[in-house]
């Protein structure tokens, strides 16, 4: 199973970090060695100092797939989850100035929290998800979906030109503003609209 993660997908997170907005999706992968185990704390490890949140709305991939129309990507996933893409952007931000990949950055062990799913069919307009992290119970990221460069169909007609779609594939759809460093102690709760989909501790 891979993690399909997008960059650069939200105006005010593009603003947050310096990027140019991009004619093209920032795509990246994550291994599977990065999904952090469910009930397990994060542990912030010894290679960052800043290590951030990215809380991103998740799409998990149902059916086998490549070269997919976004009129039909809607028939390759059922469910619609949250989860967090951590990052070391201390690492990454010496990677990209090397012009170097990222996956030390991104996709080391425990990288990617995966929450509970809904069923797409408790959405009426898969476009106008509210979606929030809280840190230490207070709102430290909050946005819709209908703030994405592109959208959950147009990203599934992209990365499914480059990259065959597997079942239980997970595409992280990108993070809106309000990134930020995690420290120990901390607590991470995702939600989409009123509903609590994670609750992580970090150590
Ligand atoms: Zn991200």
Redesign the pocket.
Known sequence: MKLI?I?RNYTDHIKELENEKPTDPVVFIKADNAVLLKKQPFFIPDFSNDVHH?V?VLIKITKLGKHIDKKFAHRYYNEIGLGI?FTARDLQKQLKEKGLPWEKAKSFDGAAVIGNWLPKSDFEDLNAINFSLKKNNEVVQSANTNLMLWKIDELIEYVSKYFTLKIGDVI?T??PAGVGKVVANDKLTGYIEDKELFSINIK
């Open positions: 993660c960059g990215e991103e893409d992280f990108g993070t």
